[in-house]
C-alpha cells in the first residue's frame, strides 16, 4: 500500500475514535433576564454509514451520458479495490496527469508514453472511453520549456512549430482511440466580462491569442473523429468568464474551427456556488452550439476538521445530488466525470498536511458514502433520458 493512503487510512482511523469535548457558551434570553452557563457538548461524531450501491452509476446514468473518473496509473496497477470501483461504477476514465505536457515530455525531443499506453490500452480492455487530458496547459509543463523560452532563436513561429508537433504526436498517436481531448486548459481568466479575458500563459505570452484557434485546428487534423473541448474552472460560478469563454467558443466556430464542446471542470464545494447560479451557466450554455462535460466533478467540505461527521455526509449527500441536477438541465450533456476514485485518491484530500475535504463518493476505505447513494438516484432521476 503507498505512503499516500496508508496515511489517510491512520487519520481516518485516528478521527474515528476521537471524541472531542468543547465548551459551548449558552447565552438564553429569558423573560428579560439574561443567563448564561457553560454546558458541555460532544463535537460532531463522525458519520456512520452502511450504503449499498444496487445499481452502478454507469447504468442509472441511462447510457447516453458517460460517467467517468480521473485515474492515476499507480491505482490501476496496484490497488484491486481502486480497480473494482472503476470497473464497476464508470464507463470513462481521464488521465489525472499522466498525459500532461510535463509528464509525457521528459526533453524536448522524446516522449514517454508508458504510463498513457497503460492508460489507454486499459479503458480499451475494459470497454470505456478516454477523456484526455490536457493538451495545452500552463501548468505541468516540462522544465526544459525554460530553456526553450530564454533562447532568443526561437520565435513566434518556432513556439507554433513546437506546440503542434506536441498535440499532433499526441493526438496522432491516440487517433481513434481517445474520444475526446481537453485541447485547452484554463485559459481565460476569472472574473473577467471585458474584450481581452485572455489568462496571460506561457502560451499567450509566446504566440499571440491564435494558440488557441490553432490548437483546435491541428487535433482536429490529427484526429478529425475526436470531440474537441475547451476546459475551464469557476465557470459554473463566475458567469462573466463563461460568458467569455462562450463567446470565445462561438466565435471560433463561426470561423470554422473545430470546438465541439464545454468542459465545466466542477470543482464546487459545499457552501458554493449556488444552486441557482450553476443552473444559471447551463441556461447559458444551452444557447449554444457545444456539447457539455463535467469534467472533474469533486465536492469539498471545508477542510476544517479531521471529524467526517454526520452533518457533513448529509450535506454532501444533499450538495451531489443538487449539482447532478443543476448540470443535467443541460440539453447536451455528454458527460460526468469525478476527478479521482475515492478520497483516498483526491488531490483535495491530504490529512497528512492538515487538510480534510472528503470530496469524493467512496471514502478512504473506498466504502459508498451517503453521496453516492445520492448521486446514483440523481443520475437515474435526472441524467437519464
Ligand atoms: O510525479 C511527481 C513525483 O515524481 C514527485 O515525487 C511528487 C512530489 O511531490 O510529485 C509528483 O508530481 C505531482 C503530480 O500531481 C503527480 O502526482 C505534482 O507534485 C502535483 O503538483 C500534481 O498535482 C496535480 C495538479 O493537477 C497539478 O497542477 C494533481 O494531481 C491533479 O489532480 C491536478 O489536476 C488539475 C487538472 O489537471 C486541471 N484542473 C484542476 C485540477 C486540480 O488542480
Given at each position: 500500500m503507498d505512503r499516500e493512503r496508508t496515511g489517510a487510512l491512520d487519520s481516518k482511523h485516528r478521527a474515528r475514535k476521537k471524541i472531542t469535548a468543547m465548551l459551548v457558551l449558552v447565552i438564553a434570553l429569558t423573560a428579560g433576564n439574561i443567563i448564561v452557563g457553560i454546558q458541555v457538548q460532544e463535537q460532531a461524531k463522525p458519520a456512520v454509514y452502511n450504503i449499498s450501491?444496487?445499481?452502478?452509476f454507469k447504468e442509472a446514468a441511462g447510457g447516453d451520458v458517460v460517467i467517468g473518473a480521473a485515474v492515476h496509473t499507480w491505482g490501476l496497477k496496484t490497488d484491486t479495490q481502486y480497480r473494482a470501483i472503476l470497473e464497476t461504477h464508470f464507463n470513462s476514465i481521464t488521465p489525472e496527469n499522466e498525459m500532461k505536457m510535463g509528464l509525457l515530455r521528459?526533453?524536448?525531443?522524446?516522449?514517454?508514453?508508458d504510463n498513457a499506453d497503460y492508460l489507454v490500452n486499459y479503458a480499451e480492455s475494459q470497454n470505456m472511453t478516454v477523456h484526455g487530458h490536457?493538451?495545452?496547459?500552463?501548468?505541468?509543463?516540462?522544465?526544459?520549456l525554460d530553456e526553450f523560452s530564454a533562447d532568443?532563436?526561437?520565435?513566434r513561429e518556432a513556439w507554433r512549430a513546437m506546440l503542434k508537433h506536441h498535440i499532433q504526436t499526441v493526438v496522432g498517436r491516440y487517433a481513434g482511440r481517445v474520444?475526446?481531448?481537453?485541447?485547452?486548459?484554463?485559459v481565460v481568466e476569472m472574473g473577467f466580462g471585458g474584450?481581452?479575458?485572455?489568462?496571460?500563459t506561457v502560451w499567450y505570452e509566446k504566440i499571440g491569442v491564435d494558440y488557441i484557434k490553432d490548437a483546435f485546428i491541428w487535433a482536429h487534423e490529427a484526429d478529425p473523429s475526436a470531440k474537441l473541448y475547451v476546459n475551464d474552472y469557476g465557470i459554473c460560478s463566475d458567469l462573466n468568464k463563461l460568458d467569455f469563454t462562450l463567446k470565445l467558443v462561438s466565435q471560433l466556430q463561426g470561423q470554422g474551427v473545430p470546438i465541439h464542446g464545454i468542459g465545466?471542470?466542477?470543482?464546487?464545494?459545499?457552501?458554493?456556488?449556488p444552486v441557482d447560479v450553476i443552473r444559471q451557466a447551463v441556461a447559458m450554455v444551452n444557447s449554444y452550439d457545444v456539447d457539455v462535460w463535467v469534467t472533474e466533478l469533486d465536492i469539498s467540505v471545508?477542510?476544517?476538521?479531521?471529524i467526517y461527521s454526520t452533518f457533513l455526509a448529509n450535506r454532501q449527500a444533499t450538495r451531489y445530488a443538487e449539482v447532478v441536477e443543476a448540470f443535467s438541465?443541460?440539453?447536451?450533456?455528454?458527460g460526468i466525470s469525478t476527478w479521482g476514485v475515492y478520497d483516498g485518491s483526491s488531490?483535495?484530500?491530504r490529512p497528512e498536511q492538515?487538510?480534510?475535504?472528503?470530496?469524493?463518493?467512496?471514502?478512504?476505505?473506498y466504502a459508498p458514502k451517503p453521496c453516492a447513494a445520492s448521486f446514483a438516484t440523481a443520475l437515474s432521476t435526472h441524467v437519464a433520458r
Open positions: 450501491l444496487e445499481t452502478p521528459p526533453n524536448q525531443t522524446g516522449f514517454y508514453w490536457t493538451l495545452v496547459w500552463h501548468s505541468q509543463v516540462p522544465g526544459w532568443p532563436a526561437n520565435d474520444h475526446a481531448w481537453d485541447v485547452v486548459n484554463e474584450e481581452n479575458g485572455y489568462r496571460k465545466f471542470q466542477g470543482h464546487v464545494s459545499l457552501y458554493g456556488p471545508g477542510g476544517k476538521t479531521n438541465r443541460a440539453e447536451r450533456l455528454v488531490w483535495l484530500h492538515g487538510v480534510f475535504q472528503w470530496p469524493l463518493l467512496f471514502d478512504e476505505a
